[in-house]
T-cell receptor, first 114, second 114 residues
Framework: NAGVTQTPKFQVLKTGQSMTLQCAQD?????MSWYRQDPGMGLRLIHY???????DQGEVPNGYNVSRSTTEDFPLRLLSAAPSQTSVYFC?????????????FGQGTRLTVV | GENVEQHPSTLSVQEGDSAVIKCTYS??????FPWYKQELGKRPQLIID?????GEKKDQRIAVTLNKTAKHFSLHITETQPEDSAVYFC?????????????FGTGTRLQVTL
């Protein structure tokens, strides 16, 4: 099993550009989520999904969209990038939608918005 | 929503000493408390977790304690080794409806010196 795979690993965007961060898991997990990691602020939840066709907002959803058309994939879209979105982004999946099982993280995407 | 506070933000210990990291949470409904270790440039990985019906759990040199009444839980690492140097995150899982929004602390950077 590959686990959770994120692409790309690094990305530089200009302010106002859009892009999609890809996330795929091969563990048949129902629950998938996106976090951003900023220095001194830990991991903050952006959006999450409990299954295909179901998504909901996390702690910091503004400026981001998600969709879940299949169990395996959970892409994160930045509609109009801003410097405040410079961060490291992690996708994660877990077996239980109740959050009481291990979260498996992707390798992360380091995004810089200039 | 849930608020998880983690202390200290940095911790330096000598090899062989013990390290203790403490977290408090606000939502009394949280029932699962994982700890993640993140090495520099890597993804977070689960090292130990505890559920609300258990007061203490141990795995070799790592132990976690939970006090539900006081809403705090702690990570204990004994006989520290240089490879324990990393950032450690605690988390709690408040349930929103039927889904969890896993909430992380801000992290503790542990440095084990020779």
């Amino acid at each position: 099993n590959a686990g959770v795979t994120q692409t790309p690993k690094f990305q530089v965007l200009k302010t106002g550009q859009s892009m999609t961060l890809q996330c795929a898991q091969d563990m048949n997990h129902e629950y998938m989520s996106w976090y951003r990691q900023d220095p001194g602020m830990g991991l903050r939840l952006i959006h999450y999904s409990v299954g295909a066709g179901i998504t909901d907002q996390g702690e910091v959803p503004n400026g981001y969209n998600v969709s879940r058309s299949t169990t395996e994939d959970f892409p994160l879209r930045l509609l109009s990038a801003a410097p405040s979105q410079t961060s490291v982004y992690f996708c994660a999946s877990s077996y239980s939608r109740q959050g009481d099982t291990e979260a498996f993280f992707g390798q992360g995407t380091r995004l810089t918005v200039v | 929503g849930e608020n998880v506070e983690q202390h200290p933000s940095t911790l330096s210990v000598q090899e062989g000493d013990s390290a203790v990291i403490k977290c408090t949470y606000s939502d009394s409904a949280s029932n699962y408390f994982p700890w993640y270790k993140q090495e520099l440039g890597k993804r977070p990985q689960l090292i130990i977790d505890i559920r609300s019906n258990v007061g203490e759990k141990k795995d070799q040199r790592i132990a976690v304690t939970l006090n539900k009444t006081a809403k705090h839980f702690s990570l204990h690492i004994t006989e520290t080794q240089p490879e324990d140097s990393a950032v450690y995150f605690c988390a709690a899982n408040p349930l929103t409806g039927t889904a969890s929004k896993l909430t992380f602390g801000t992290g503790t950077r542990l440095q084990v010196t020779l």
